[in-house]
């Protein structure tokens, strides 16, 4: 698990070709690598990845062929900076929200304009990840913690703040950039506990939508 909040900017060094997957080669910069051991998981571009091996300024990960066809990662090539956070620990601050560091699917941005010293992104997630976007709820855009500002559709804007810019690749980003989505896990939740026996599971007793929107669940 992890925080959204990303810990620091690295850099791909190498991709290795292996057989149809790769196998990635990251600087991870500033990230304190104090007590991480081969097989941690470390999130980049909020792909939660496993150290198979740790050369001192960096770690390198294996990338399957399911992450390199649902996440941005394909698209990574030498030089190309990612973001990075560290597996969430018991006496991690959790300032984001729970992130799985598993990517629900690609979205697009489509339009980025200068706010003050913020910048606003809308940006365009698919059609069947759409319902779980809310406004004033949580997403995960390549690993960032970010609170949704406004939906029309499978479309949803953001502001980011200065600091966000400095710390993360959202600086990097323009119309067109591929992103990595990652939803709430309390909005997928709270669907398949709603269809229960419509999806062949059986149904915690007295929960229903109604229930829900009575005790502030659903509005």
């Known amino acids: 698990m992890f925080t959204g909040i990303i810990q620091a900017i690295g850099q791909v060094i190498r991709v290795e070709q292996r057989g149809g997957d790769v196998r990635l080669h990251i600087n991870t910069g500033a990230l304190e690598l104090d007590g991480v051991q081969l097989g941690d998981s470390i999130a980049v571009n909020g792909v939660c990845l496993t150290a ?50 598993h990517v629900d699917g690609m979205g697009r941005v489509l339009e980025r304009r200068e706010d003050a010293r913020s910048i606003r ?12 976007i809310a406004p004033k709820g949580s997403i995960c855009i390549d690993g960032t913690s970010l609170t949704v500002n406004s939906v029309e559709g499978s ?53 229903s939508r109604s229930f829900l929107a009575e005790n502030g669940f659903l509005k």
């Open 52 to 101: 198979v091996d740790l050369p001192g300024d960096g770690f390198v990960a294996d990338v399957s062929r399911e992450s390199l066809s649902l996440t941005s990662l394909g698209g990574l090539r030498s030089g190309s900076r990612v973001n990075l956070e560290k597996a969430l620990t018991l006496s991690t601050p959790l300032g984001g929200h729970l992130v799985s560091g």
């Open 155 to 207: 479309i949803f804007g953001l502001n980011i703040v200065p600091h966000t810019l400095e710390k993360t690749i959202i600086g990097d980003y323009q119309s067109g950039s591929a992103v990595n989505l990652e939803v709430d896990l309390i909005a997928r939740y709270l669907e398949r506990l709603l269809l229960g026996e419509k999806q062949g599971c059986a149904t915690a007793a007295g929960i």
């Open 121 to 132: 992104l809308r940006i365009e997630a698919p059609t069947e990840l759409a319902r779980y």
